[in-house]
C-alpha cells in the first residue's frame, strides 16, 4: 500500500514498538485513504480523529498478536536514531545471505 507504512510486528527480542511508530502509521494510512498531505481547517478535525482512532487500533492489534508497545516517539523521526538503524540493516540483511552462499559453495565442491 504505502512504503512509509513500516512493518510494527517485532520478534520478542527485536524489543516493543512504540506508541510514536503506531500514530506515525496511523498518519500515513489516512493520508493515503483520504488523499490530503495535510487537511484543510474544515477537515482536520475528522482527520485527527481518524488517526487517533486507527493509532489505538494498531496498538491493541500489535498487543494481540505478541509484540508489546511501549510509550514512546517513534525512532525514525530523530535523524540520528534513524541514520543508525537503517546503517544497521544492510549488515544484518547481508548474514543470512553470505551462510547461504558460503553453504551453496561447500555443496557445489
Given at each position: ?31 493515503k ?21 486507527i ?8 498487543a ?46
Open positions: 500500500m504505502c512504503r512509509s507504512i513500516r512493518q510494527l510486528r517485532r520478534a520478542p527480542d527485536a524489543g516493543p514498538a512504540t506508541t510514536g511508530e503506531a500514530e506515525a502509521a496511523a498518519l500515513q494510512y489516512v493520508r485513504v483520504s488523499g490530503f498531505r495535510a487537511p484543510s481547517a474544515r477537515h482536520e478535525v475528522a482527520f485527527a480523529a481518524a488517526v487517533a482512532e493509532a489505538a487500533i494498531t496498538e491493541r492489534l500489535l494481540e498478536t505478541g509484540t508489546q508497545v511501549a510509550a514512546g516517539p517513534d525512532p525514525f523521526a530523530d535523524p540520528i536514531t534513524r541514520k543508525a538503524i537503517l546503517a544497521a540493516r544492510p549488515a544484518r540483511a547481508a548474514r543470512p545471505r553470505a551462510a547461504a552462499q558460503a553453504h551453496n559453495e561447500e555443496a557445489s565442491a
